[in-house]
T-cell receptor, first 112, second 109 residues
Framework: DTGVSQDPRHKITKRGQNVTFRCDPI?????LYWYRQTLGQGPEFLTY????????KSRLLSDRFSAERPKGSFSTLEIQHTEQGDSAMYLC??????????FGQGTRLTVV | KNEVEQSPQNLTAQEGEFITINCSYS?????LHWLQQHPGGGIVSLFM???GKKKHGRLIATINIQEKHSSLHITASHPRDSAVYIC???????????FGKGTKLSVKP
């Protein structure tokens, strides 16, 4: 399978714990996006990488969130000191061209 | 007002019916996507449009750039079409997408 891969698919964590998600984009794609989707809503943009450079961050990305793409390939999204409001589906997408979007299956986070 | 508005929010149809989902947007865009999301979360891109019309099987997507409006049509709907359909726009010079809230479609046998 050469699509966008996200790991884990599901994560349940206690409030206050740190969690890290991974996204492996399609191999030749230089653009990588993270989105967050809460129940009943459309996804919302969190951050964007072109190669290893993080070019844009949403105001939704509080200080507790950090994303990296160290070698311009896979990316990680870490949430520190999780809160119940962080419960959501975290989606990764990659593309070669600006207007494309290829999505992963998402990581569903539940904070209890 | 959201930059991307979809209607209806929920839609129930009988198998075989013709279905239309509408999307209006208020910003200049480089492309518009129609996406399908099944329970469990994964999103599949159905169409990417910058003008005109595209067809794939029983699905048809149209866009009117001047009116800032797009429609997704499903002909001869089937219960397996039941999903959330999301409209998303890609703005000029930006790579990220702005999404509508989605239309939850349920097709009854």
């Amino acid at each position: 399978d050469t699509g966008v891969s996200q790991d884990p698919r599901h994560k349940i964590t206690k409030r206050g714990q740190n969690v890290t998600f991974r996204c492996d984009p399609i191999s030749e794609h230089n653009r990588l996006y993270w989105y967050r989707q809460t129940l009943g809503q459309g996804p919302e943009f969190l951050t964007y990488f072109q190669n290893e450079a993080q070019l844009e961050k949403s105001r939704l990305l509080s200080d507790r969130f950090s994303a990296e793409r160290p070698k311009g390939s896979f990316s990680t999204l870490e949430i520190q000191h999780t809160e119940q409001g962080d419960s959501a589906m975290y989606l990764c997408a990659s593309s070669l061209y600006t207007f494309e979007a290829f999505f992963g299956q998402g990581t569903r986070l539940t904070v209890v | 007002k959201n930059e991307v508005e979809q209607s209806p929010q929920n839609l129930t149809a009988q198998e075989g019916e013709f279905i239309t989902i509408n999307c209006s947007y208020s910003v200049g865009i480089s492309a518009l996507h129609w996406l399908q999301q099944h329970p469990g979360g994964g999103i599949v891109s159905l169409f990417m449009l910058s003008s005109g019309k595209k067809k794939h099987g029983r699905l048809i997507a149209t866009i009117n750039i001047q009116e800032k409006h797009s429609s997704l049509h499903i002909t001869a709907s089937h219960p397996r079409d039941s999903a959330v359909y999301i409209c998303a726009v890609c703005m000029y010079r930006q790579g990220n997408l702005i999404f509508g809230k989605g239309t939850k479609l349920s097709v009854k046998p």
